[in-house]
């Protein structure tokens, strides 16, 4: 606390409002890592970002207005954010609707769907490409979604690619393949906060790198949609898209500042 009125104190822009807060951090023996500025933004949320450093174990991440480190940086509310992230996180394996074998009427043997296809229009001759079909899909298992052609139905000229946020992907859900990048730096940031000494620059170097892994988990999946058939691949570093897909079938997802962005089919 020797230096924090003299030299640091002074330089801190807009906060007044925290200052006998640091002080009672300080004065019960802890030290402090601040911001130079405690107006800081970060989408709806905008305050100050701290923290507290002990003996021993104690690291402290303190957030202002006595939210104990967590607070949502958007507005919705938790029954939107999970209308909206339940779908987008699937089981890769619900996202077939028609596996290799069928049965009957037909009847799908993985998911147990039934499936009706049906050629209303064929220009041309032949098979594709020297003939283009126009055909209707319909699947039980998506009779509750409104496609282009009503509740449960599709058609073949149907393709789009949506991007979506799945933290299970990127954390190793179905491949160790995918949770590369969660491993290493896990691992680095663990290294970085059990030296006892908390050195700034370790600690700084840690709430950059949880940072960097918070952003894998969000805008990092595609789900291509064409006609009935769903797949859905995740962005890597480096490698953009996980192997989950046959060769033939991969499609090469452009970036745009690390992220995924939608592409034309």
């Known amino acids: 606390m020797f230096n924090y009125a003299s030299a640091v104190q002074p330089n801190l822009v807009g906060c007044s409002?925290?200052?006998?807060?640091?002080?009672?951090?300080?004065?019960?023996?802890?030290?402090?890592?601040?911001?130079?500025?405690?107006?800081?933004?970060?989408?709806?949320?905008?305050?100050?970002?701290?923290?507290?450093?002990?003996?021993?174990?104690?690291?402290?991440?303190?957030?202002?207005?006595?939210?104990?480190?967590?607070?949502?940086?958007?507005?919705?509310?938790?029954?939107?954010?999970?209308?909206?992230?339940?779908?987008?996180?699937?089981?890769?394996?619900?996202?077939?609707?028609?596996?290799?074998?069928?049965?009957?009427?037909?009847?799908?043997?993985?998911?147990?769907?039934?499936?009706?296809?049906?050629?209303?229009?064929?220009?041309?001759?032949?098979?594709?490409?020297?003939?283009?079909?126009?055909?209707?899909?319909?699947?039980?298992?998506?009779?509750?979604?409104n496609g282009p052609l009503g509740e449960g139905w599709t058609h073949n000229f149907n393709a789009t690619t949506a991007v979506n946020s799945d933290g299970f992907q990127a954390m190793g859900e179905d491949s160790a393949l995918d949770a590369d990048g969660t491993i290493v730096e896990h691992k680095a940031s663990f290294d970085l906060l059990m030296d006892p000494a908390r050195p700034l620059a370790k600690l700084v170097a840690a709430t950059l790198g949880q940072r960097w892994f918070g952003d894998q988990l969000i805008d990092n999946t595609v789900v291509v949609t064409q006609g009935r058939a769903h797949k859905a691949s995740r962005r890597r570093e480096q490698v953009e898209v996980a192997p989950s897909?046959?060769?033939?079938?991969?499609?090469?997802?452009?970036?745009?500042s690390s992220r995924v962005k939608s592409c034309p089919m």
């Open 245 to 256: 897909m046959k060769p033939r079938d991969r499609r090469a997802f452009p970036q745009v």
């Open 17 to 145: 409002a925290h200052l006998a807060n640091f002080s009672s951090y300080l004065s019960s023996g802890l030290r402090l890592i601040l911001p130079a500025r405690c107006d800081i933004a970060e989408n709806s949320w905008a305050g100050a970002g701290y923290f507290t450093v002990g003996s021993g174990l104690y690291l402290g991440a303190i957030i202002s207005n006595g939210l104990s480190g967590g607070y949502s940086t958007y507005e919705q509310s938790a029954g939107t954010l999970a209308e909206i992230l339940v779908p987008a996180s699937r089981e890769p394996l619900s996202l077939i609707q028609a596996g290799l074998q069928l049965l009957g009427d037909p009847i799908d043997m993985v998911q147990g769907h039934f499936l009706y296809n049906h050629e209303d229009l064929n220009v041309g001759i032949g098979a594709f490409p020297q003939s283009l079909g126009f055909q209707r899909l319909y699947s039980s298992g998506l009779r509750n979604q």
